[in-house]
C-alpha cells in the first residue's frame, strides 16, 4: 500500500509498506518546491501496487537519486525561473551526467544515481501517457501524473544514460579458504560458550534463585530469577527497588539469560557461511522459518525482498542434525532466544538484548563494532592485504561477502558444474556474479590450461585396454561410536547410520534388515555419530517421560535395557559441551525433523 501526505504546514511524505516493512519517505527541506512536489507524485507511482519499484532497498535509491538531482538543479539554477518536469531539457541531464562523473571519477558509484534518475523520468512519462489515454479513478490514493509533459527533445536524451566512461564495479569477492576456515573455528568457539552460559551456568542459577526479598542482600541467582521474569535490568533500577548491591554485576547476569547482538553474532556468520543465504534474508529470518521436516534435511523459508513481491518468499533445503548444521543452528537459536520471544512477542528468529538492557531484534549492520570487536576477539587477520611482509592488519568482515563464500566453495566441490551450485539464480547471472569472481581466477586458469593439456593428450594417446585394478574392500565393522565430527559412509537412519540394511546381524543377508529402529542402539553395523546426539537426546527424554505414565515393571520391561544402552554405554563416548550443544536442539521449539514415523508425536521433556 502507498499513501502520500500532505499536512497543514505543506509537509510532504510518502509512506511506502512493501512485505510488512514499512517506511516514510520525506521530501522536506528539499529545493525547488514545485518540481519536489512532482518528483514526490512520481516517487509515490513508482512504489504502488503496479510501479515499476518493488522494495524497500529499491524505493530508497530512487529517492536518493531523486534527491541528488533536485539539489543539483537547485545549486545551478538558483536565479533562473522556477523549473518543473516540463522545463527540464537535455542539458540539465548533461550537466547532472558530468557532476556525478566529477565528484565520483574514480568509483562506479554516481552512475546508479544518474540511471535511476533517467529511469524515473522515462517511467513518469510513460505512466502520464497512459494516464491521458485513460479516465483516471478519482479515489485512487496515487497522485496523477497526466499534467507532465516532457518536451520532445528531453524524451529523446532518455534513450542513453552517461555520455561518460564510467569504471566498472569491482566484484565483491569471496574470502579465501583459510579465512573462511578461521570464521569457522571462531564461530564454533562463540557458540560453544554462548550454549554453556545460558544453557547451563544461567538455567542452574535460574533454578537456585526465586523472588527477591527487599532489604536484604541480593543473591546473583535471585537476580537471575528476576531477570528472566521481567527482562534485562539496568543496575540504576535495581539500587533503586534494592539499595546499594556492589557485589551484583547486572550486566553480566543479564547475559546468563538472554543472548547479546554480539552472542547471536556467530550464529549469523555460520549459517551465512554454510547455507548461502542473502545475509539480509538471514537478519529477516522468522521463528517459524523451518519447513518440510524430512530425516537429516530441512528446508528453511526466507523473505528475499531483492526478487520483488511476486517472488519473495523462497526456500533453501539444508543439513539438519548436529548442532553446528544449518538446522541444528536455527534450532540453538531458537532455544535461546525462546524467553525474549515470549516477553517481546517478536516473530522473529533473533531476539536479543540490544545495547545494555533493551529486548529487541539486533540488526547486525555492517562497520558496526559488534563486528569489529568479533574480528579482534579471535585476532582475525586479512593475510592478503600485508605489504611486504608486514604487519597483517586485522579482517575487514563483510557480511555480504559471506554468501560469495559459500558460492565458490560449493564451485569447488561440484568442479565448476553450473546446475549443481545455480541453485538460486539464473545461469547467466549465477556465472556473471559468482562464477567471476578474483578468487576462482586460479581454478579458471587451471581449467582452461588442463583442457588443452587433455586435448593434446587424447589426440596422441593409444588406446589402453588393460584391466584396472580392483578397489580396496571396504572395512565391514565400522566403529560403533564416533565422536568426532565428519561424514559417516553408509544408509542415514534415525538415531545412527547403517553400514548396509541388506546385511543385518538379526537377518538373511541380502533382505532388508526385519527389526524396528530401536534395534540399531545395539547392532554392529550401526554408527551413533555427533550428528546423532540431539534425536538421541530427545528420544532419551521420551523414554524418561515413560516413567510417569507406567508402572515400574512395564518400564524396566520396555526400556530399560534401551536406557542403560544410551546413558552407560553411548552418552560418555562425548564430550559434555557437544551433549549440551546437542541437548538445546533436541529442547528447540520445533519438531526435530528425523524423527520415524512412530514418535512423531514425541513430546520434549
Partial sequence: MTLVGFSELGRLSVEVEFHGRQQTFSFDAWPLPGLTRQIAAIFANAVA?????????????????????????????ADAEPLRIGSLRPEHLDRFDAALHERYRDTATGYPILMQCVRMLREADLRAAEQRDDEVDADEPVPPLDAITLLPETRDRLSWVSRFDWPENRPLDAYPPAVAARLREAT?????????????????????????IPGHRLAASDVVWLINAEGPLRRDAVQARFGDQ??????????????????????LIRLGLDTGIPIECLKTLPADCLRNPDRARVTIRYLKRRAGQ????????????????????????????????????SPRLWVG????????EPSFKGGRPIIRRFVRDHDLRDVAAAADGGEQPYLDLELRRLRKTYKVERIRAT????????????????????????????????????????????????????????????????????PQVGSVPGVDLWVATCRDPYDSPFGRKGQLCPVSFFGCLRCSNATIHLGKLPALMQYLNHIVSQRERMSAEEWAAVHRDTYNRIVVQILPMFSEADIAKARVVAESTQRLVFLPPQLRTLEIA
Wanted: charged letters at 25%; zero cysteines.
Fill in 353 to 360: 538484548v540490544i545495547g545494555y538492557s533493551k529486548l529487541g
Fill in 415 to 482: 568442479r565448476g558444474r553450473i546446475r549443481d551450485w545455480a541453485d538460486d539464480h539464473s545461469v547467466r547471472v549465477a556465472v556473471n556474479h559468482y562464477g567471476n569472481v578474483p578468487e576462482l581466477r586460479g581454478e579458471h586458469e587451471a581449467a582452461i590450461e588442463a583442457a588443452l593439456i587433455e586435448a593434446r593428450s587424447v589426440s596422441t594417446a593409444k588406446t589402453d585396454t588393460a584391466p584396472t585394478e580392483p578397489e580396496a574392500a571396504v572395512s565391514d565393522t565400522p566403529p560403533r561410536v564416533e
Fill in 310 to 345: 511476486r517472488s519473495a518468499w523462497q526456500t533453501k533445503v539444508v543439513r539438519d542434525g548436529h548442532p553446528l548444521t544449518p538446522g541444528g543452528l536455527i534450532r540453538t537459536v531458537l532455544t535461546l532466544t525462546r524467553r525474549a520471544r515470549e516477553l517481546t512477542g
Fill in 246 to 267: 556492589p557485589h551484583i554485576k547486572v550486566s553480566e547476569l543479564n547475559r546468563l539469560v538472554f543472548p547479546s547482538e554480539r552472542d547471536l553474532l556467530p550464529f
Fill in 49 to 77: 501496487s503496479d510501479g515499476w519499484v518493488t522494495s524497500i532497498h529499491g524505493a530508497i535509491g530512487v529517492h536518493h537519486a531523486a534527491r541528488q538531482l533536485v539539489r543539483h538543479l537547485h545549486a545551478e539554477a
Fill in 188 to 212: 564454533e568457539k562463540d557458540i560453544d560458550a554462548v550454549v554453556q552460559r545460558i544453557t547451563l551456568d544461567g538455567a542452574g542459577m535460574l533454578a537456585a534463585g526465586g523472588p527477591p
